[in-house]
């Protein structure tokens, strides 16, 4: 198995019908253009062509996702090699170029995010395989002259049973690119899968572990350049003036350009070009954020909460009298922070701005918007730029963003020839375009019994969705803003929740598992509290309020059940509980604690139970819910993103720390057997991990934690 192909893009996008005695399937491709006006045929299911057939026997499966190690490049090619009943070890991988047609059909664009690329290729990739093993059995029937309903197809290769006949998908290609695509060709069912729901390996791993993997920062092409940009330490901060002569002295240094980001510092390498960026003397107009205080942006939301805002949900005809009238009322606030990405890849791009067309080699989440911004800088047409989409080192969000692409495309134009922008850590830490800060106000009344029956839910939160794609926010709602926090599951006959998007001044972004991660905190640790309250265990208390909810509850019990809920822990544990919905998948997860005499959260155990429908790959789902524990974990324990006079004062791994080796939990994942609807795993993970984590301080110390991160414990 390999990642690594011979066949260019050019090969595949321009060819089609008989490729070198090659098959090409196209699937609704656009006529004219670079895949040409004579694809084979046309099905009404999908917008991509993703599968090249070779008389060498290989299996090409063009993968229209960005692989940040949520396995894609796997879990992809699977789907459609299941009902192409291809011969996995034959199976290559190439990234797919951008282009319309690779459009991510849950997006309307071509990119990577909110969980959703097995999902969207759950029926196009199947069907696109289907198709291809019915016009592979019609060719061998052709061949020999027999019943297609007497051949079958079975790991690379079709045979006729009666005779026992066998004919390899290499020999019957070229007889099957003359045959019509077929419309609508059966999937198999569940029970006669043999590639899909098993464990098999992935593609990606050797090119990995020889070091053949591109990543965009290993990026080299002939004549390329390297920069590093000086930006505005103020966030909104711009270029008051600079003089470039101490930065053009450094040896190495070529050209000093200014750029919408900053000041660009052009060199031989990346050494010479920091240098010269430190060089550089560059005076800043500060702009109106120079004042800006973690402690004044905490102040807006914690005010802004004094104020209705826009509505979200309304169930039950007055929570307020509801509330009134209830016979115990509690009221609680709770507090997050900004945090960065930290992707282990710094931010970096490449590209090549000419006059009759573009290049980009990035490691992108967005396709679609990498080359549309190519063509607005470079000044031509879409069609003329070409995204080279690399292995990405983490993305969790912030590689959807267009920002490090735009600097090295106007450094690139600036200086005439392809560059390489690459940021420091320190960049990275201090430039993102961070998690939403938010604050929330939450009421809830009790009956005599200690039942909810009302429940208010107040987010205050900047909206991503206003900066990236303001069209999207409708009557004063961000939609991803409230997401969660209008889902709330429980059965509650009153609940109102409502939305404010202050403008704190900083840039927010997607960050993975987004404003679950922070609503699924409060609404988790809220009906903790309320289960404390009413003096009822917190697992039995959400049991009965999910009676309407049996995919929540059902990862609940499992949960539960593993985690050994209700026995005796070792002296000095405690557990907590929590349960979520996001991105279609349902997770409960069950973490054990203890808290050293220092103040210090050790976090032992997470028992993970996950229903996510049906299950492509099981070591995927069970990589991604670790790996979202420990993005999750990391966050609650230490992740907090301050600023002072408008600059973020966290610069590195020192000070914005990440969960070392020594401190990970025994992580064990339980997969529900499921038919129910697609879910995505690479977020799903995360939101739950907070409140479990805190629930489980709560039960150990009787200290009701509102305000992240967790860090050492008074």
């Known amino acids: 198995m390999t990642s690594r192909t011979s066949v260019t893009r ?11 005695a090659g098959l090409l399937l196209g699937f609704h491709l656009p006529a004219g253009g670079r895949f040409g006006a004579a694809a084979v045929g046309a099905a009404p299911f999908a917008p991509n062509a993703w599968l090249r057939l070779g008389t060498d026997e ?6 229209d996702r960005s692989e940040m190690g949520q396995g894609v490049t796997t879990a992809l090619p699977m789907l459609l090699a299941e009902e192409l009943d291809a011969d996995w070890s034959k199976v290559k991988i190439e990234f797919a170029p951008a282009d319309k047609a690779y459009a991510n059909p849950l997006f309307g664009m071509q990119g990577t995010g909110g969980s959703t690329s097995v999902r969207a290729a759950w029926q196009p990739l199947r069907k696109a395989g289907a198709a291809a093993r019915d016009m592979l059995v019609s060719a061998a029937a052709q061949t020999w002259g027999v019943d297609k309903a007497e051949c079958r197809a079975e790991r690379g290769a079709v045979i006729h049973g009666p005779s026992r006949r066998r004919l390899s998908y290499g020999r019957l290609v070229a007889k099957a690119a003359t045959l019509p695509v077929p419309q609508d060709v059966p999937l198999k069912e569940p029970k006669d899968w043999r590639i899909l729901g098993t464990r098999v390996r992935r593609l990606d791993t050797p090119a990995k572990v020889d070091g053949t993997a591109e990543f965009g920062i290993d990026v080299k092409v002939p004549g390329m350049l390297v920069a590093v940009i000086a930006r505005s330490p103020v966030r909104g901060g711009a270029v008051a003036s600079f003089d470039a002569a101490k930065a053009l002295a450094v040896p190495g240094v070529r050209q000093v350009v200014q750029v919408s980001s900053g000041v660009a510092v052009v060199a ?4 010479p070009a ?18 800006l205080t973690s402690a004044s942006i905490s102040q807006l939301l914690a005010q802004s909460a004094d104020h209705a805002g826009a509505v979200a949900r309304h169930d039950g005809s007055d929570p307020e009298a509801a509330l009134a009238a209830a016979a115990t009322r509690y009221d609680a606030a709770y507090e997050l922070p900004f945090l960065a990405h930290a992707t282990m890849e710094p931010m970096n791009c490449t590209a090549h701005v000419r006059a009759d067309g573009v290049d980009v080699w990035a490691p992108t989440q967005f396709q679609t918007g990498a080359q549309g911004l190519g063509a607005k800088i470079g000044g031509v047409a879409p069609e003329q730029v070409t995204v080279h989409t690399t292995y990405l080192g983490g993305g969790f969000g912030r590689r959807f963003e267009l920002d490090f692409i735009q600097e090295a495309l106007e450094t690139s134009k600036a200086v005439g020839a392809p560059v390489k922008v690459i940021w420091s850590r320190e960049d990275d830490t201090q430039q993102d375009q961070y998690r939403p800060a938010c604050y929330h106000r939450l009421r809830a009344g009790l009956d005599a019994a200690g039942q909810p029956v009302a429940w208010t839910h107040r987010i205050v939160a900047p909206s991503i969705m206003a900066r990236v794609f303001p069209n999207l926010v409708k009557n004063g709602i961000d939609g991803e803003a409230v997401e969660g926090g209008v889902g709330m599951p429980y ?18 972004g997607f960050w993975r598992s987004v404003n679950n991660s922070f609503n699924a905190f409060v609404v988790e640790s809220f009906v903790d509290e309320l289960a404390h309250a009413a003096k009822r265990d917190p697992y039995e208390y959400r049991r009965d309020l999910l009676t309407k909810a049996p995919r929540h509850l ?27 919905k996001s991105f279609e998948t349902h997770v409960a997860q069950v973490a054990e604690i203890s808290i050293d005499s220092d103040g210090t959260v050790r976090v032992h155990r997470v028992v993970c139970a996950v229903d996510c ?13 670790q790996s979202a524990i420990v993005y999750g974990l990391t966050a609650a324990l230490w992740g907090e993103i301050t600023i002072d006079r408008g600059r973020v004062t966290q610069s590195n791994f020192n000070n914005y720390r990440v969960l070392r080796l020594a401190e990970m939990p025994r992580v064990e994942v339980h997969i529900v057997p499921s038919s129910e609807s697609q879910g995505g795993v690479g977020e799903p993970g995360t939101p739950p991990i907070a409140p479990a ?7 150990a110390t009787g200290k009701r934690l509102r305000k992240l991160p967790i860090g050492k414990l008074a």
């Not at 050019?10 to 070198?20: D, I, M, P, S």
């Not at 031989?268 to 050494?271: F, I, Q």
């Not at 984590?693 to 039960?699: D, E, F, L, R």
Request: proline share 7%.
């Open 10 to 20: 050019r090969e595949f996008l321009e060819t089609t019908g008989v490729v070198g």
């Open 58 to 63: 290989s299996v090409l499966v063009i993968v």
């Open 268 to 271: 031989d390498g990346y050494w």
């Open 274 to 291: 920091k240098q010269g960026r430190d060089a550089l003397a560059v005076t800043w107009n500060e702009g109106p954020n120079a004042q």
């Open 491 to 508: 059965t509650v006959p009153n609940v109102h929740v409502d939305y404010l998007m202050p403008d704190t001044g900083i840039p927010v």
């Open 554 to 580: 059902g990862v609940l019990n499992l949960a539960a059940q593993q985690a050994g809920w209700g026995a005796p822990l070792a002296a000095g544990r405690s557990r907590g509980i929590a349960v979520w």
């Open 613 to 625: 429908g049906p299950v492509v790959n099981p070591d995927i789902v069970e990589a991604q819910m």
């Open 693 to 699: 984590v805190c629930n489980a301080i709560y039960a």
